[in-house]
């Protein structure tokens, strides 16, 4: 078992910034992918940015490169995401996923493990 706690939520204004991130305990792993996915309200839950634990390789959504960075410390088996530059369209549940398996996958269905969740508003 994993457990994935995620942190960080907050309420900023348009073009802000927000810090998410997601410690993982229990069962360790060395490879396998970390994700970001997050729900808005009445909308399907959707792929935000990933992370390789091992080599470090990162993905990202359209709707967010350039404006966010997924990074890892592996020793202290945590992910973040660093949100910049935030529009209203980003208000959102966030959550943190694990992959076990090798490669990386934009579909929620494909991971193992999830956070609470922690919730993002950003205001116009």
């Known amino acids: 078992q994993v457990q994935l706690v995620e942190s960080g939520e907050g309420s900023v204004q348009a073009g802000g910034s927000l810090r998410l991130s997601c410690t993982a305990s229990?069962?360790?792993?060395?490879?396998?992918?970390m994700g970001w996915f997050r729900r808005a309200p009445g909308k399907e839950r959707e792929f935000v940015a990933a992370i390789r634990w091992s080599g470090g390789a990162t993905y990202y959504a359209d709707s967010v490169k350039g404006r966010s960075t997924i990074s890892r410390d592996v020793a202290k088996s945590t992910v973040n995401l660093q949100l910049n530059s935030l529009k209203p369209e980003d208000t959102a549940v966030y959550y943190c996923?694990?992959?076990?398996?090798?490669?990386?996958?934009?579909?929620?269905?494909?991971?193992?493990?999830w956070g609470q969740g922690t919730q993002v508003t950003v205001s116009s």
């Open positions: 229990g069962r360790t792993f060395s490879s396998g992918t």
């Open positions: 996923a694990a992959r076990l398996s090798r490669g990386v996958s934009y579909s929620d269905s494909l991971y193992d493990y």
